[in-house]
C-alpha cells in the first residue's frame, strides 16, 4: 500500500555514492599532485604491490616509489582523517548544542591545544632526548583538558545545567586559556613564528607515524557518532521534548561531546589548529541534501576528508616550494565556496 | 471507576517557591481532564510532571501505578507531551518529525523497523497529513503543524496524551477544529486526554472533567457545569465572567465593565 512512498529522510545512495567518488578523486590527485610527476599507472601498479598476494611488474623507480608511498599517500590519507574527524566532529557539536556555529574548538578544545603545544615549543625539552615527541601529547592533553574544564565548569553551575551553560563555560574555559598561551607566546617571541605555525595547521610533517597514532583514535570516535546520529535527530526538537520521547539529552550531550573531543584532540596533536572545516562541511551537506543527521554525519564524513585532501593540494602547490598553512587554505577556498552554496542553496539553515 | 491517570499530593518548587502545592486531581480512562486557571497558576507544570520533565513531590499514576521511578523511555511508552510552544526543527521532514514518535520503541543504536514506518504512515494517514510528508515542518501554517504534532503524539502509541495549550495560537475555526480531530482521536482510539486550556468555552464543550488552578492549588475539581461557574470563575479570574447557554452550549464571556465616572 505504502510501496513508492519515501521512507523517512533516508541516505540515497547516488548521496552516498557521489560523495564517494568525490573522495576518491582527491584521493587520486592528491598522490598525483606534487613537484614530481607521477603518472596515475605506476601510481596503480605502486597501490596493487602493496597490496598482500599481489605483485605485477612495473617500471617505476624505488625513488618514486618512496616518494609515492613514504610522502604523498601517508600526506593524503592524513588529510581524510583529520578531515573526516573534524567534520563529523563539527556534525556533532551542532546537533547537541543546536547551535549552527558550534565547532569542535566550542568548549576549548582548540584553546587547550594552543596552550599545550605552546608549552612544549617554548619551554619543551629537545624532542631527540625524548621517547615520544611532546609537542603532539601536550596538544592532546590541552585539547582534552580544555573541554574537561568546560564541562566541570557548565556542570557546577547552579542555575541548572543545560547547553546554553556548558557553551558559556566553554566561552570562558577558552577565552582563558588563550590569554595564558598569548601570555606565554609573547614571553618567548623567538618561538612565536613555530607557535604560529602550528596554530595555523600543517599536514607538512605526516608519515605512515602519525597515521598509525591518530587512526585508531579517529575510527572508533567515528564510528561512536555515525551510530549516534539518530539520536541527533531527536535532540533537535530541544531537551524538554526529547525528554518526553524517552532519551536523555545530558547523557547524549556527554556521550557525543567525549568521542567529539576525542576525535579532534587526536587530530589537532599532529596537524595543529585547522579551522573551518567542522562548519564549512556539514553545513555545506546540509544545503545540498538533509538537515537530518542521518545524512549530515555519513556524508560529512566521506566530504570532510575530500574536502582537507584538496585543501591541502592547495597548500603545497600554490607557491611551490613554499607551503601555505592548510589552515589559510580551509578558509580562503572554503568561505567563498560556501558563500556559493549558500546563495544558490534554496535549503534553509537551521 | 478506575482512573487512568491520577495526580497525588503533587508538589513542585522553583527556588524555594511552591509553583503546585498538594495538587490531587484525577481522570478516568478515555476520558478528558481539562486544566484551566489563570496565567501563571501552575497550569503548565502540573502537565510538566506527567512527561517527567519536572521535578516533583508526591506521586502521578498510571492505571493504578505509580510511574515516578519509571525511567524516561518507560515514561514516554505511556505518556505523549506537546508543550506549549512545540519547537519544530527548520529542515526537518514532517515525516521525520513524526516518526520521533517511534523514538521510546527503538534501542540506543537501532534504526527504525519496517513497523515503525509503517506507523509513521498510518498516523499521517489519521491526520490526512500524507501528502505534506515531504514539506519542512517548519514552514507550515499554525493549523497543520498543530496536526504533526498529534501525527506525532500517535506515532508514539501512548494511552496518556498531554497538551499544554495545543491550540492556543490558532484562530477561533482553526481552534475548533483541532480540538474537534482531539476529540474524536480520544474516542477513536481510547486515549486519555489531558490538556491546559485559555479558551473556557472550549474547556466547557470538549472536556468531561474540569481541574479550575490558582496559585498551585487545586480550587474546584469536577464536570464542567460544576466547576465553570460564575461563583467560581469571578473568584479566580474575575468578577466580571458571565456563563451563558446558548442553544444548550456553555459559552463563557468577560463583560467589560464601564468605569463610573464619578
Not at chain 1, 18 to 39: F, K, N, T
Not at chain 1, 265 to 277: N, Y
Amino acid at each position: 500500500m505504502n510501496a513508492g512512498r519515501p521512507s523517512s529522510t533516508r541516505l540515497r545512495w547516488w548521496w552516498v555514492g557521489g560523495a564517494a567518488l568525490v573522495l576518491a578523486g582527491s584521493l587520486v590527485a592528491g598522490v598525483m599532485v606534487g613537484p614530481i610527476r607521477i603518472p596515475p599507472i605506476e601510481i596503480l601498479g605502486t597501490l596493487i604491490n602493496k597490496a598482500p598476494f599481489v605483485t605485477i611488474d612495473t617500471a617505476i623507480s624505488d625513488r618514486t616509489e618512496a616518494i609515492l608511498w613514504e610522502i604523498r599517500m601517508p600526506r593524503v590519507v592524513l588529510a581524510v582523517l583529520v578531515g573526516s574527524m573534524l567534520s563529523a566532529a563539527g556534525a556533532g557539536y551542532q546537533g547537541v548544542f543546536r547551535n549552527p556555529l558550534a565547532d569542535p574548538y566550542l568548549l576549548g578544545a582548540g584553546a587547550g591545544a594552543g596552550l599545550g603545544a605552546t608549552i612544549a615549543i617554548a619551554y619543551g625539552p629537545a624532542t631527540s632526548g625524548w621517547f615520544i615527541d611532546p609537542l603532539p601529547l601536550a596538544a592532546f592533553v590541552g585539547a582534552i583538558g580544555g573541554v574537561a574544564l568546560a564541562y566541570l565548569l557548565g556542570y557546577t553551575v547552579r542555575s541548572g545545567r543545560t547547553a546554553v551553560t556548558l557553551i558559556l563555560a566553554g566561552v570562558a574555559v577558552a577565552a582563558f586559556l588563550t590569554a595564558i598561551q598569548t601570555f606565554l607566546q609573547q614571553r618567548q617571541s623567538e618561538t612565536l613564528r613555530e607557535v604560529y605555525g602550528w596554530i595555523l595547521g600543517s599536514l607538512n610533517t605526516a608519515g605512515w607515524e602519525e597515521v598509525e597514532l591518530v587512526a585508531p583514535y579517529v575510527l572508533v570516535c567515528l564510528f561512536a557518532i555515525f551510530i549516534g546520529r539518530r539520536l541527533l535527530d531527536v535532540l533537535a526538537v530541544g531537551d524538554t521534548e526529547a525528554g518526553t520521547l524517552g532519551v536523555r539529552p545530558g547523557r547524549i550531550r556527554l556521550v557525543i561531546v567525549v568521542f567529539a573531543t576525542l576525535g579532534t584532540a587526536a587530530v589537532v596533536s599532529v596537524s595543529g589548529l585547522i579551522g573551518f572545516v567542522g562548519i564549512i562541511v556539514p553545513h555545506t551537506v546540509r544545503l545540498l541534501t538533509s538537515s537530518s543527521y542521518r545524512v549530515v554525519v555519513p556524508l560529512s564524513i566521506l566530504l570532510g576528508g575530500a574536502f582537507l585532501v584538496l585543501a591541502d593540494i592547495v597548500a603545497r602547490v600554490a607557491m611551490t616550494p613554499a607551503e601555505i598553512p592548510i589552515g589559510v587554505v580551509t578558509a580562503m577556498i572554503g568561505a567563498p565556496f560556501f558563500a556559493v552554496i549558500l546563495r544558490t542553496s534554496k535549503a534553509v539553515v537551521s | 471507576m478506575t482512573a487512568a491517570l491520577e495526580f497525588r499530593e503533587i508538589d513542585v518548587s522553583f527556588g524555594g517557591t511552591f509553583a503546585l502545592h498538594k495538587v490531587s486531581v484525577g481522570v478516568h480512562e478515555g476520558g478528558w481532564l481539562g486544566v484551566v486557571g489563570p496565567n501563571g497558576a501552575g497550569k503548565s507544570t502540573l502537565l510538566r510532571t506527567v512527561a517527567g520533565a519536572v521535578r516533583y513531590g508526591g506521586s502521578v499514576l498510571v492505571d493504578g501505578e505509580a510511574i515516578d521511578g519509571r525511567s524516561q523511555r518507560e515514561r514516554a511508552r505511556l505518556v505523549s507531551y506537546v508543550p506549549q510552544r512545540p519547537v519544530y526543527p527548520q529542515g526537518m521532514a514532517v515525516f521525520d518529525y513524526v516518526l520521533l514518535g517511534r523514538t521510546p520503541y527503538l534501542g540506543t543504536l537501532a534504526s527504525e523497523s519496517h513497523e515503525d514506518i509503517e506507523d509513521v504512515w498510518e498516523a499521517l494517514e489519521a491526520l490526512r497529513l500524507t501528502d505534506f510528508a515531504g514539506r519542512d515542518v517548519a514552514t507550515l501554517s499554525g493549523g497543520e503543524t498543530q496536526r504533526v504534532s498529534l501525527a506525532r503524539v500517535l506515532a508514539q502509541r501512548a494511552p496518556i496524551v498531554v497538551l499544554d495549550e495545543a491550540t492556543a495560537s490558532l484562530d477561533v475555526a482553526a481552534q475548533h477544529s483541532v480540538l474537534e480531530l482531539i476529540d474524536r482521536l480520544r474516542a477513536e482510539r481510547g486515549m486519555t486526554v489531558i490538556s491546559a486550556i485559555h479558551d473556557l468555552t472550549a474547556a466547557a464543550q470538549f472536556c468531561e472533567r474540569i481541574a479550575l488552578i490558582d496559585d498551585g492549588r487545586v480550587v474546584a475539581e469536577g464536570t464542567p457545569g460544576e466547576v465553570l461557574t460564575e461563583s467560581l470563575l469571578g473568584e479566580v479570574f474575575e468578577p466580571s465572567i458571565r456563563v451563558i447557554d446558548v442553544d444548550g452550549s456553555t459559552v463563557i464571556v468577560s463583560l467589560r465593565v464601564e468605569e463610573d465616572p464619578s
